[in-house]
């Protein structure tokens, strides 16, 4: 290793939820050890849907992230006063990094701008870097900062592992990332089993948000397609056809359903133990938690990564993190459902024309091979966005593959 030269300082806004800017946050230390800048500790999203109001250090271990990493990359909680009245006066370069780019675009684009202006602000952080084509060391640098600097504060890991025993207590438990809250519903335009009043109050809501790009929505094609979250009704038929215990714990995983208990009826009568972090705690110890969705999200975060089975009904930030991260704790068990076939057969068992050995044996064995194994990513350099997700399988750092 040469001499370590500081081009530079690096800020960085994330946007998104508390999965999309973990990875973000990930990628923005190697962009810094790459282009030998200081990193100032990144900036959460305050204004997205969850406007959470908390910073870094509210849900990560800060000087742990920065110690853990003194090697690697130099981090400050902030600017060093004259540069930070630089930045109050308005003399730095802030933009947003193309999406999916590889490491030569950071050392051709955005380093000369270091190198010009002192500081560069990162505006947008959410898949600002390549799945694949970077070195060996750049994929093995953003699992160690992944798994080893981003640790939750004392306090949020407390809380995590009293959830854990208490659902220890009674046995097995099976998390259901059950991503279906009315910003996704809204977001996806997946609009099945909603009333009138609700496709209406959904329409409003997807209008209202400005980054939120697609507006017109044919939400029987696009369920057709698998590109919708699973309703409740279709997960608990799921469930059952996979042959799950219905008397094992399932903790939701997710924030308040919509459509309430009239969406949630089936899967409670299928599944008499249903449990969330709020039937599990009281409310004086939630209460550090109540109202910060990046916290609550954390808790899941870790309840997720204990679970004997993780079933996300949805390909979502938390869904894709969470089984990456459950993959470098002996591939954990987490069931990859295919959307696209099961509305297919659920469609076909609703309408009667197939018996129900015939739909539960072609979901048992359809999703035999989807259950996190060890794999190689499908790389489709042309079109980034639909290739495996790099967090979600970060073979380079996992050893059991052949």
Not at 31 to 45: G, H, K, S
Not at 241 to 264: F, T
Not at 268 to 286: D, I, Q, Y
Request: aromatic residues 10%.
């Amino acid at each position: 290793m040469g001499i370590y030269k500081n081009n530079g300082y690096l800020m960085v806004s994330c946007n998104g939820g508390l999965n999309q800017m973990r990875a973000a946050i990930c990628d923005m230390v190697v962009i810094a050890r790459y282009l030998n800048v200081t990193l100032i500790v990144p900036e959460l999203d305050k204004t997205s849907f969850w406007a959470d109001p908390s910073e870094f250090q509210d849900i990560f271990d800060v000087n742990h992230f920065i110690t853990s990493l003194r090697d690697e990359v130099r981090i400050l909680k902030e600017l060093p006063p004259r540069l930070k009245r630089r930045v109050e006066l308005g003399l730095f370069y802030s933009l947003a990094p193309v999406s999916w780019s590889d490491i030569s675009y950071y050392h051709y684009q955005i380093l000369p701008l270091v190198k010009k202006y002192k500081v560069v602000h990162l505006n947008r952080t959410d898949a600002r870097l390549a799945n694949n084509g970077l070195p060996l060391e750049t994929q093995k640098l953003r699992c160690r900062v992944n798994f080893n600097a981003l640790r939750f504060t004392s306090q949020i890991e407390e809380m995590g592992r009293r959830i854990v025993r208490i659902l220890r207590r009674n046995g097995p438990f099976l998390v259901l990332h059950l991503r279906y809250e009315m910003d996704m519903v809204a977001f996806s335009g997946c609009t099945h089993g909603c009333t009138d009043e609700e496709v209406e109050e959904l329409t409003r809501m997807r209008y209202a948000y400005p980054w939120w790009k697609e507006k017109v929505i044919d939400s029987d094609f696009k369920r057709k397609e698998g590109l919708c979250p699973l309703t409740p009704e279709e997960t608990a038929l799921t469930l059952r056809a996979m042959g799950i215990d219905r008397n094992v714990q399932i903790y939701i995983a997710a924030g308040e359903i919509y459509g309430g208990g009239r969406r949630m009826a089936s899967l409670a009568a299928e599944f008499p133990n249903l449990v969330r972090k709020e039937t599990l705690l009281g409310s004086s110890e939630l209460q550090f938690f109540q109202n910060h969705s990046s916290k609550m999200a954390a808790l899941d975060y870790l309840v997720s990564l204990e679970s004997d089975l993780f079933v996300p009904t949805y390909d979502g930030n938390m869904a894709k993190v969470v089984e990456g991260h459950r993959r470098t704790l002996g591939f954990k068990k987490t069931i990859l459902l295919d959307r696209k076939l099961l509305v297919d057969l659920i469609d076909q068992h609703t309408k009667d024309s197939i018996s129900w050995d015939e739909f539960s044996s072609i979901i048992k064995e359809a999703h035999a091979d989807r259950m996190g194994r060890p794999k190689k990513r499908v790389v489709i350099s042309e079109r980034p966005k639909e290739e495996d997700y790099f967090y979600a399988n970060p073979h380079e750092c996992l050893q059991k593959l052949d």
